[in-house]
Structures are given as structure tokens and as C-alpha cells.
């Protein structure tokens, strides 16, 4: 089973910037495509940013020139560096391994907490 914990969100003003983390607890993290996920209030989960056991990267078109995803293989932890922040990035981000948000995208038990990032004057 996995365990992910996620950490880093926060209260930020437009243009500013953040840093995720994710830390993946028990799993095969080394060889696993990962990926960050926001979900908004009123709104389905999404994907925001994947990254490849090998570092090749995929971004949402919203956020593509704005967000970098990245992974310590070593600490089994993937990270979100968050610059130029908008007010529509308000939402709670998750990580997870990509074949598990894709066959549970809906199922909480699958999940961690996330981290609640607001960005709002």
C-alpha cells in the first residue's frame, strides 16, 4: 500500500511561488511515473504535472511555463516548484503514481491528504 504525504501549500499572493513535496512511503517509487493532481472546490481532480522514472516531464497546458515538476529517486519524494501563481491555481494538490490515479481517480482511499495552496490578495 501506498502512503503519500504531501506538504508545502500555503497562502500566497499572485505572482508568487511554492514548493511542493511529496513524500512516497512504502512502494516502488524508483520505477513508478508520478504525477501532481489538483482538484478546486466544485471541481473534478486533474492533472497538473507527470514526471517518468527517467525525468521526462508532461504539463497541463495551464500551467506549463509556470510549474516544474521534479523527483529525488533517493528520497523517494516528487516535487512541484509553483512560480508566477494566479488565483485559478487555488486548490488542493495531490501526488500519486500515475496507474493508480488513472484506475481510482475518484477513490479517496487511494489518496493522501493533499496540500491546500490559495493564491489570493
Known amino acids: 500500500q501506498v502512503q503519500l504525504v504531501e506538504s508545502g501549500g500555503g497562502l500566497v499572493q499572485p505572482g508568487g511561488s511554492l514548493r511542493l513535496s511529496c513524500e512516497v512511503i512504502?512502494?516502488?517509487?524508483?520505477?513508478?511515473?508520478m504525477g501532481w493532481y489538483r482538484q478546486a472546490p466544485g471541481k473534478q481532480r486533474e492533472l497538473v504535472a507527470q514526471?517518468?522514472?527517467?525525468?521526462?516531464?508532461n504539463y497541463a497546458d495551464s500551467v506549463k511555463g509556470r510549474f516544474t515538476i521534479s523527483r529525488d529517486n533517493a528520497k523517494n519524494t516528487v516535487y512541484l516548484q509553483m512560480n508566477s501563481l494566479k488565483p485559478e491555481d487555488t486548490a488542493v494538490y495531490y501526488c500519486?503514481?500515475?496507474?493508480?490515479?488513472?484506475?481510482?481517480?475518484?477513490?479517496?482511499?487511494?489518496w493522501g491528504q493533499g496540500t491546500q495552496v490559495t493564491v489570493s490578495t
Open positions: 512504502g512502494n516502488i517509487f524508483s520505477i513508478a511515473a
Open positions: 514526471i517518468t522514472p527517467r525525468g521526462r516531464t
Open positions: 500519486n503514481r500515475d496507474d493508480i490515479a488513472t484506475q481510482h481517480p475518484d477513490n479517496d482511499d487511494y
